[in-house]
């Protein structure tokens, strides 16, 4: 079985909540304080956010930190693969 990429995992949850608020890429970066292009690489499971980066996105996005893990948790099959966005599994 393969490990699931949780860096991709966490850019998908990051993802759904931002579109969820309706937010661009560059409006969640300028609430959170960070880059627009690192909040990209997030959501693409480029980058390997800190605790400290979890805790600004999760603020600008309204979400507790601990629901953004935990949807990260439903964001993947029982087979350890990562879903893609809209996709569930049941």
Do not use: C
């Not at 990429?5 to 949850?13: A, C, E, M, P, Y």
């Amino acid at each position: 079985m393969l490990e699931p990429d949780i860096k991709k995992q966490f850019g998908l949850v990051i993802k759904q909540w931002r579109r969820k608020a309706s937010l661009s890429q560059e409006e969640l970066a300028a609430r959170a304080g960070l880059h627009r292009t690192y909040v990209s690489d997030v959501e693409r499971g480029m980058r390997n956010p800190s605790l400290y980066s979890i805790a600004k996105l999760a603020n600008a996005l309204k979400a507790p930190v601990s629901m953004l893990f935990q949807m990260m948790e439903a964001t993947s099959d029982p087979a350890g693969t990562t879903l893609s966005a809209g996709k569930q599994s049941g």
